[in-house]
């Protein structure tokens, strides 16, 4: 399916999934978060984790069965790929469009991002540094990288249902 839009439902919390059936609707942006000016004036959102669970009120968002498999079989295939490369610090980007009418499926376009980043010797040292001085204030945010894709996965498992 590579290169073909999934349709999911609405993005909006507490949206009713619609059915496959009928056109497709032009999206239409939910203005929420921090924002950069565009080329046209207008704002654009930008969310961060947590406004992303601010926003969706601390609920996941709610994908159509087949798109949450479809997702969660790209994450893993990516995650997978990404550790046995050792690479961390990625994160998911994630654009909302929502429809303007009522009922109707939005649109959501996400991939991972700033995967460059390899775990090496100054990655490691931070990792050591850091649980040592914070032993008690939980996991260190540079980890290796097979426990980095366990976390991400984690995370997209209560952002995504």
């Known amino acids: 399916r590579q290169g073909k839009s999934r349709r ?15 056109a497709e609707q032009p999206p239409a942006e939910q203005p929420v978060g921090s924002t950069d000016a565009s080329e046209e004036g207008s704002s654009k959102p930008v969310l961060w984790d947590q406004n992303f669970r601010e926003w969706t009120q601390g ?3 709610c994908l159509a069965p087949l798109d949450l498999q479809y997702l969660q079989a790209g994450i893993a295939n990516d995650t997978l790929l990404l550790s046995n490369q050792s690479l ?23 991939g991972i991002i700033d995967y460059l980043r390899p775990y090496t ?8 540094v850091k649980s ?19 976390r991400f996965k984690g995370a997209m498992d209560t952002m995504f249902v």
């Open 8 to 22: 999911v439902a609405s993005a909006l919390p507490d949206a009713k999934e619609e059915d496959e059936g009928g």
């Open 121 to 128: 010797l100054d990655k490691r040292m931070e990792t050591v």
């Open 59 to 61: 609920k996941p968002m």
């Open 88 to 110: 961390v610090d990625y994160s998911l980007l994630l654009a909302v469009a929502c429809s303007p009418q009522a009922g109707h499926s939005g649109t959501l376009a996400l």
């Open 132 to 150: 040592a001085l914070h032993h008690n204030a939980g996991q260190p945010t540079i980890i290796e990288p097979v426990d980095y894709a366990r």
